[in-house]
Nanobody, 125 residues
Framework: VQLQASGGGLVQAGDSLRLACAASGRTFSNIVMGWFRQAPGKEREFVASIRWNGGATYYTDSVKGRFTISKDNAKNTGYLQMNSLKPEDTAVYYC???????????????????WGQGTLVTVSS
């Protein structure tokens, strides 16, 4: 499986961006897709996840109400709509697939098996 993240850029505080994560190669139906981010000098942190079957979503507290994760099964693509962006959202954003099938969400990067290359989001104040 290859994951390709895109959609990052430079925006001002309060603006919106939509990230996309396109999957190619072998496809799985029973996966959880997650978005993580890593700011300079910080550890990678969980942002949001969506279960491909059923669509259950989960968010870290700092993005609840501002970010929305979604998917398009036909396109094998997941999305992260980011609204009301803040400077503290600045980071490289990564999408990932977890093949673990027994929960509706996973928040640890160790629980994810495939990773995209990352896309940089910079929010200026």
């Amino acid at each position: 499986v290859q994951l390709q993240a895109s959609g990052g850029g430079l925006v001002q505080a309060g603006d919106s961006l939509r990230l996309a994560c396109a999957a190619s190669g072998r496809t799985f139906s029973n996966i959880v897709m997650g978005w993580f981010r890593q700011a300079p000098g910080k550890e990678r942190e969980f942002v949001a996840s969506i279960r491909w079957n059923g669509g259950a979503t989960y968010y870290t507290d700092s993005v609840k109400g501002r970010f929305t994760i979604s998917k398009d099964n036909a396109k094998n693509t997941g999305y992260l709509q980011m609204n009301s962006l803040k400077p503290e959202d600045t980071a490289v954003y990564y999408c990932a697939y977890s093949l673990l099938g027994n929960r509706s969400y996973y928040t640890s990067s160790a629980q994810y098996h495939y990773w995209g290359q990352g896309t940089l989001v910079t929010v200026s104040s």
